[in-house]
């Protein structure tokens, strides 16, 4: 059976295990809503992207029928000289001035026909993206203030463990404390069972003069350290 002191060292660990476990929760809170809030970028980069897709579309159709008119509008100008010219020849090449410009324009309406074919889809996608999109930046959003609130919730419970660590420090020896702080500033467990005559922290095999202590055999020993790792070590019976 453990010694009162070992009890009393235990009991300060188990307290200390939670609190550093509450502490850790609490730094991990900032680098969670980093991540999240990154989702969220990502999220709204992406409906920015199908906007772009979209206007990018748009903007080329306008360039066309701008195109279009403007091919229309020369037809009509040689279609204007046509009707004015006197010589065969010169009526001639302006039908095929006009022919040229009717197979631009033919040209343009098509590629128009394509521009909008390919605006109607990118509306499917990016209605279709957009709200999904949008949905999951909702639940990003929620889960942060849901992380917020755990946030306040975690550091009342911090209060509280701090308070039981400093209670459970209270009835421990200044030396064992001692100890027990260097041992736990290098890991933890600080306080650790001889297990098969091996320390339970570093695993290899203590002396028999740290087993005696742990033992409770050595009279003026109030705890033992292992003589590897020099962690705190007690017979577990």
Known sequence: MPSPTIEQLLILQDRDTKRLGIEAQLRAVPREIAAVEQRIAAEKSAIDAAKGELRELESKKKILETEIGSAETQRGKYQTQQLSVKKNDEYQ???????DVQRQIEEFEGKELEAMFAIDEAKKRFVSAEKTLKENIVGHEARIRSMKERDVSVAEELKAAVT?????RAPVSPAALEAYDQAARRRMPAV???RGGKCGGCHLKVSSEVESAARGKTTDAEFALCDQCSQMVYWES
């Open 93 to 99: 090449a302006l039908g095929h001035q006009i022919q």
């Open 164 to 168: 039981a660590v400093a209670e459970a």
């Open 192 to 194: 650790v069972p001889i």
